[in-house]
């Protein structure tokens, strides 16, 4: 027998000889199984989030709609990093103000690329924090890079679980 707490052998006798938690049979208590692959304690995953998308196609498409697909593009990692942060995918309210108040945009880049590498340790999934190189680059007019990144970073996320 094992001890619960601790996993030491315990042979014979009702308390761990190493930290003295009662190991005898209680009711409800379960021998733990070792050999036994742990489960994975994090969140289900919805299928939105399990989607890539093509960067160099959703620049390009950017550029021929003149501007029209961004706005469809980053509405899309609006609503996936809300559900990665929040669990909903409501973001209308936060969308409207990324597009109509100016430097929104640069709060909103750096604030949520940092809570995204947060709440993505929730799923089982780590991403490295880019928030300054993000600001940096919108600031000096390469937000669609930002944005870029940003994209890469919810690929890397819906790979890591499975994502196609």
């Known amino acids: 027998m094992f001890c619960p707490k601790c996993g030491t052998d315990v042979r014979g006798g009702t308390f761990c000889p190493n930290c003295g938690t009662p190991v005898g049979q209680q009711p409800g208590y379960q021998q733990p199984n070792y050999n036994q692959q742990p489960q ?3 969140m289900m995953m919805p299928q939105e989030l399990l989607e890539t998308k093509s ?3 959703c620049i390009v498409l950017s550029f021929v709609t003149c501007g029209i697909y961004s706005l469809y593009w980053y509405y899309t990692m609006f609503r996936k990093i809300r559900l990665i942060i929040n669990g909903t995918p409501d973001c209308v309210g936060e969308y409207l103000l990324f597009l109509f108040i100016p430097f929104y945009g640069l ?3 750096y604030t949520r690329e940092q809570r995204l590498v947060a709440s993505a340790q929730r ?3 780590y991403l ?3 928030a300054l190189v993000y600001l940096i680059l919108a600031i000096f ?5 930002s944005f870029a990144l940003l994209q890469d970073q919810l690929n890397q996320f ?3 679980n ?3």
């Open 128 to 130: 490295q924090d880019q």
């Open 40 to 42: 994975k304690p994090y």
């Open 107 to 109: 709060y909103w880049l």
């Open 55 to 57: 960067i160099a196609m």
């Open 123 to 125: 799923y089982g999934v």
């Open 141 to 145: 007019g390469f937000g669609i890079v």
């Open 158 to 160: 819906a790979r890591a």
């Open 162 to 164: 499975g994502g196609r």
